[in-house]
């Protein structure tokens, strides 16, 4: 069965400091793949995507993800983190193919920023 | 600002009631989908509309329907309510469905709903 793993429940990083979050796939086609995050009270946006083509996308807010097929992982990454990154951040891949469209989401890695 | 919009933003309501929850997608968006997000399931795929049609479920219950109207707005409608249900429902839409670029999900802010 397709499923998307989020190791890491909760990370806290120092403001400036880099942060990736770890994102792990199952499924047996090609995927397509998202990050989204989700301030508190907040729904969800969307971070960048991958579909085909280059490997290593690149987003908004200066983040960007590499999709590594061997390992199946598809890693968020940012060089240097703001206080504003706070946030939970969600994986998930898209389940398409016939009528089928749906995303199913990693459970999430909650990202906590010190000052 | 995704462009899609869910109203309430907030509802309590008390076990046994019933209760719908209303998605107006982006302008140009065909699908429509519906996820649930609880403490203790994440988030998981409710249902999808197409163009009015119904495309795929999820883990919705059964004392859950929904629906989407020929202008393309769409209503989630939870009965016999539960103090299980209560979690954040999010409404996302995207233009077509079937992979690729277009079928980018855009999220709604998501309604509340608390059952006492």
């Known amino acids: 069965a397709q499923s998307v793993t989020q190791p890491d429940i909760h990370i806290t990083v120092s403001e400036g400091a880099s942060l990736e979050l770890r994102c792990n796939y199952s499924?047996?086609?090609?995927?397509?793949l998202f990050w989204y995050v989700q301030s508190p009270g907040q729904g969800l946006q969307l971070l960048l995507k991958y579909f085909s083509g280059d490997t290593l996308v690149q987003g908004i807010k200066g983040f960007e993800a590499e999709f590594k097929r061997s390992q199946s992982s598809f890693n968020l990454r940012k060089p240097s983190v703001h206080w504003s990154d706070a946030a939970e951040y969600f994986c998930a891949v898209g389940l398409y193919g016939g009528s089928q469209g749906n995303l199913i989401f990693g459970k999430g890695t909650k990202l906590s920023v010190k000052p | 600002d995704s462009g899609v919009t869910q109203t309430p933003k907030h509802l309590i309501t008390a076990t046994g009631q019933r209760v719908t929850l209303r998605c107006s997608p982006r302008?140009?968006?065909?699908?429509v989908y519906w996820y649930q997000q609880s403490l203790d399931q994440g988030l998981q795929f409710l249902i999808h509309?197409?163009?009015?049609?119904?495309?795929a479920k999820g883990n919705i219950l059964e004392r859950f329907s929904a629906q989407q109207f020929p202008d393309l707005h769409s209503e989630l409608n939870l009965s016999s309510l539960e103090l299980g249900d209560s979690a954040l429902y999010f409404c996302?839409?995207?233009?077509?469905?079937?992979?690729?670029?277009?079928?980018?999900?855009?999220f709604g802010p998501g309604t509340r709903l608390t059952v006492l």
């Open positions: 499924y047996g086609a090609t995927p397509y």
């Open positions: 302008s140009g968006d065909l699908s």
């Open positions: 509309y197409y163009n009015g049609e119904e495309r």
């Open positions: 996302a839409s995207s233009v077509r469905s079937g992979g690729g670029d277009t079928d980018t999900q855009y």
